[in-house]
């Protein structure tokens, strides 16, 4: 990547503060970018979700890796259930999403709490692990919430084969004007669910899986503690990424914590920080890390900037650590600050292997948090930082009430906000298609096919605020 002067401004920069020039260009559409990483972790997209108790679960975890990316299970979450979920996110279909199930006499009411635990709004009703019906929110739309789903569900659901192909999948739902297909095995077992739109996807996306062809995760573990067990545990549980986290990364306790994993000989990349320069950068790689982690204080649920004035713009952040981590041989995650796509080309353009995104997608279907609806009917999840009150005081819960009490006293994040879930993209889903969308279409102004293509070519000018608002499109008319 070049400065379209050639020469760096002296102040730092956000994501806001650049733009790309648009240059000679060979890639004739975006579907000829291939947007797969250099970083080892054997994701197909540049997609990390981050390591947020509100934002990485399971239910997060299998579907990003079905469309290529990678989510990170928070530090906070005991052992047994990490490989628990690590054991159910590899068990899952690469094609099918995994469908919600009721038997026939559970009722609306019952249905209705679990089904906006999926984008696809239906749940399946089994009998003997076989389909018998589909039950959708319409469904059960003015409907008395103790009646029994087999009284509400679709008993006829299209149904298609293991091996269906998904365009052959897309086209049955097509001709049966149905949202959803049921995929049973040879048995008439129940696989998965398949909509419209997930069989489009299946064509355009490639899951990122391992060597057996599970879906890829990966867990996080802190810098406190018997880090070196704690982090074999996870390698034992099969986690495609380990990352070692801690809001200050450029400490004596990361560097200590990173060459006690390193010692365990991993095969799988270490990711570790956060940093925001290249001496930051330097130790984390020469301390055992493939992959450093990029920002302090940029994210939505973040207040250290405010709390602290420590921090870096980011994209200079991402720019300076990417430098560095090249010449030893290493890459770097931008972490935070991302709200629009044209932030993820950016970082990525910068040099970053990939994006760390959050709060981003903390307002989806696939976060952990039960949907909510506030007083004007609107669906909203519940979204808060890792190192607010509240994370704070779920962390801690094993000490004294002393101690959870003095630690309580000091916080640097938000405890609770309101992520309004987007009407026309309320699945994680929806916003990869939006970024994919965005990223894609930057390489082919850069002339990009590649990733490693885009930093090499990428030209970047820095703008004032007005160029941003400029850029910004217009609702209404003025």
Partial sequence: ?????????????????????????????????????????????PLVVANMTAIAGKRMAETVARRGGLTVIPQDIPNPVVAEVVRFVK?????????????????????????????????VVVEDGRPVGVVSEADCAEVDRFAQVQHVM???????????????????????HAGLAVAVDEDGRLLGVLTRTGALRATLYTPAVDSSGG???A?????????????????????????VDTAHGHQDRMIEALRAVRALSPEVPVAAGNVVSAAGTRALVEAGADIVKVGVGPG??????MMTGVGRPQFSAVLECATAARELGAHVWADGGVRHPRDVALA?????????????????????????????????????????????????SGESAYDRARKGLYEEGISSSRMYLDRTRP????????????????????????????????????????GFHEGRPLATSW
């Fill in 300 to 305: 939505a649920m973040c207040t250290t900037r």
């Fill in 348 to 396: 990525l353009a910068g040099g970053a292997s990939s994006v760390m995104i959050g709060s981003w997608f903390a307002g989806t279907h696939e976060s952990p948090g039960d949907l909510m609806l506030d007083s004007d009917g609107r669906a909203y999840k519940v979204s808060f930082g890792m190192a607010s009150a509240r994370a704070v005081a779920n962390r801690t």
């Fill in 215 to 217: 879906l890829r995760i």
């Fill in 219 to 243: 867990a996080a573990v802190g810098v406190n503690g018997d880090v070196a067990r704690r982090a074999a545990e996870l390698l034992d549980a099969g986690v495609d990424c380990l990352v």
């Fill in 1 to 45: 990547m070049r400065f379209l002067h050639d020469a760096a401004p002296p102040h730092d920069l956000t994501y806001d503060d650049v733009f790309m020039v648009p240059r000679d260009s060979a890639v004739a559409s975006r579907y000829d970018v291939d947007l797969a990483t250099s970083d080892g972790t054997g994701a197909t997209l």
């Fill in 154 to 176: 679709n008993p006829a659901p299209v149904t298609i084969a293991a091996d269906t192909d998904p365009r052959a999948a897309f086209d049955a739902l097509d001709a049966a």
């Fill in 427 to 466: 699945g994680v889903e929806d916003l990869i298609d939006e970024i994919c969308s965005g990223v894609r279409s930057a390489c082919t102004y850069a002339g990009a096919a590649t990733l490693v293509e885009l930093h090499e070519r990428a030209v970047v000018g820095v703008q004032s605020a007005a």
């Fill in 91 to 123: 068990s899952r279909h690469l094609v099918f999403d995994t469908p919600i199930e009721l038997s026939r006499h559970q009722t609306v009411a019952e249905a209705l709490s679990l089904i906006p635990k999926r984008s696809h709004r239906a749940a």
